[in-house]
C-alpha cells in the first residue's frame, strides 16, 4: 500500500512541475486577454445614444485621445499610407478636434482610399458625414453596411455620394475607450472615404479589407 501511495504521489508531482513550467512560460494562462491580442474598443453609429449597432472590437492600435492617433502605421498589411494635410481651416475653426488624421491608403495595384480620424472630447467636433456633402452641392444615399472581421462583424454607416461624374463611398463609425462612452475620456470618428470606379460593390469590399487590416474581431456590446 505505501508503494503504491508513493507512485502516486510522484505521478501526481510530475503533473504539477508540469502545470508550474507552463505558468512560468505562459504569464497568460489566466488572463481573459490572450497576450498580444490587442486592445478592446466600443464602437456604435451614433453619439447621442446606444444603438443595436454597438460592438466592443479588438484592435492592436490605440485610440485613446491623447495624441496617439497618429502612431497608426503607415504599412498596413499591403496598404501603404501618406498624410494628406487638411488645407480647409474652417474644419478646424468649426470642429475644434483635439486630433486630427487624413492620410490616403494605396494597393499595389492602384485602388486606394482615404482614412480620416477625428478625435475630441467636445460635442461639436462630430455630425454626420453626408452633412458636409450635402453642404458642397452633392446627393447623398444613407444606409448601413456590416463589416465582417476576422471574429463577428462590425457595422458602420454608409453614405454613396454623387456630384457630376464623381462618386464617393464612405463607412463611418465612433470609437469609445469603454462601455461607459463618457465623452471626457475622449471619442473618435473613424471614416474610410473610395471614389466608385467600377462598382459600389467592389468599393465596399475594398473598403471592408482595409478596415479588417485594423480591427481584428467584434463581439455584441450590449447596445
Same mark, same amino acid.
Given at each position: 500500500?505505501?508503494? +503504491? ?7 501526481? /508531482? ?6 508550474? /513550467? ?47 492617433? +497618429? ?5 498596413? /498589411?499591403d496598404w501603404q499610407g501618406t498624410d494628406v494635410p487638411q488645407t480647409n481651416i474652417e474644419v478646424f475653426i468649426l470642429l475644434?478636434?483635439?486630433? %486630427?488624421?487624413?492620410?490616403? %491608403?494605396?494597393?499595389?495595384d492602384g485602388s486606394f482610399l482615404w482614412l480620416s480620424l477625428i478625435g475630441s472630447r467636445k460635442v461639436r467636433s462630430f +455630425? ?39 462618386? +464617393?463611398?464612405?463607412? %463611418? ?27 459600389? /460593390? ?21 447596445g
Amino acid at each position: 500500500m505505501q508503494r +503504491h501511495t508513493i507512485r502516486y504521489l510522484l505521478i501526481i /508531482g510530475i503533473f504539477l512541475a508540469g502545470i508550474g /513550467g507552463i505558468l512560468l512560460t505562459r504569464p497568460d494562462v489566466f488572463s481573459l486577454r490572450p497576450a498580444g491580442r490587442g486592445n478592446t474598443w466600443v464602437v456604435d453609429v451614433d453619439t447621442w445614444r446606444r444603438t443595436p449597432a454597438q460592438r466592443v472590437v479588438i484592435s492592436p492600435y490605440d485610440f485613446h485621445v491623447d495624441g496617439n492617433l +497618429h502612431t497608426l502605421p503607415m504599412q498596413l /498589411g499591403d496598404w501603404q499610407g501618406t498624410d494628406v494635410p487638411q488645407t480647409n481651416i474652417e474644419v478646424f475653426i468649426l470642429l475644434e478636434p483635439e486630433e %486630427y488624421l487624413q492620410r490616403r %491608403y494605396t494597393r499595389p495595384d492602384g485602388s486606394f482610399l482615404w482614412l480620416s480620424l477625428i478625435g475630441s472630447r467636445k460635442v461639436r467636433s462630430f +455630425h454626420p458625414t453626408e452633412i458636409c456633402y450635402i453642404s458642397d452641392g452633392w446627393s447623398t444615399e444613407v444606409t448601413s453596411a456590416d463589416v465582417p472581421l476576422r471574429k463577428g462583424s462590425l457595422k458602420a454607416l454608409q453614405v454613396r455620394a454623387q456630384k457630376e461624374s464623381w462618386e +464617393h463611398l464612405v463607412l %463611418y463609425f465612433y470609437i469609445w475607450p469603454d462601455l461607459a462612452r463618457d465623452l471626457s475620456r475622449g471619442v473618435v470618428m473613424f471614416k474610410v472615404t473610395a471614389p466608385i470606379t467600377r462598382s459600389e /460593390g467592389e468599393t465596399l469590399e475594398l473598403e471592408r479589407a482595409f478596415i479588417r487590416e485594423i480591427f481584428w474581431e467584434a463581439m455584441d456590446g450590449g447596445g
